[in-house]
């Protein structure tokens, strides 16, 4: 008798905390709209993809308010275009392009809200 064995491991690589503008991000762009606190799938291409975003409103390159608008409600925090709300774009340009480039970072990625 042939048996497979695996272990899954998971731990958090990114935390985002009262970020609503990239939460709502995922939503619009991974989990098809639906906001039910669900563990969704994230290629490597999404992940870029929301660097690029993040990106391109910090350079001035896109409109914040369409690219990464914020997103009002319960424990979501401002919904101001302030310094936090920059910081919390650089924060995701600089925690994922750490992610995406280091080769010993390997298996699936996954977001899930928590609130």
Same mark, same amino acid.
């Given at each position: /008798?042939?048996?497979? $064995?695996?272990? /899954? *491991?998971?731990?958090?690589?990114? #935390?985002?905390?009262?970020? &609503? ?6 939503? !619009? &762009?991974?989990? &098809?709209?639906? %906001? &039910? ?5 994230? @290629? $490597?291409?999404? =992940?870029?993809?929301?660097? %690029? ?5 910090? @350079? +001035?390159?896109?409109?914040? %308010? ?10 979501? +925090? ?7 709300? !920059? ?7 600089? !925690? =994922? ?5 280091? %080769?010993? *970072?390997? +298996?699936?990625? #996954?977001?899930?809200? @928590?609130?």
């Amino acid at each position: /008798v042939s048996q497979s $064995r695996y272990a /899954v *491991v998971e731990y958090n690589v990114a #935390y985002w905390r009262k970020a &609503n503008a990239i939460h709502a991000w995922f939503v !619009k &762009n991974v989990q &098809n709209g639906e %906001d &039910n606190c669900q563990k969704t799938y994230v @290629s $490597r291409e999404q =992940l870029q993809k929301l660097i %690029d975003d993040c990106a391109a409103v910090l @350079s +001035g390159q896109k409109f914040a %308010d369409d690219t990464l608008p914020t997103q009002s409600g319960f424990f979501f +925090g401002s919904t101001e275009y302030d310094e936090y709300y !920059k910081r919390d774009l650089q924060y995701t340009v600089d !925690k =994922l392009t750490e992610i995406l480039h280091d %080769d010993s *970072v390997v +298996g699936s990625f #996954y977001y899930q809200a @928590s609130w």
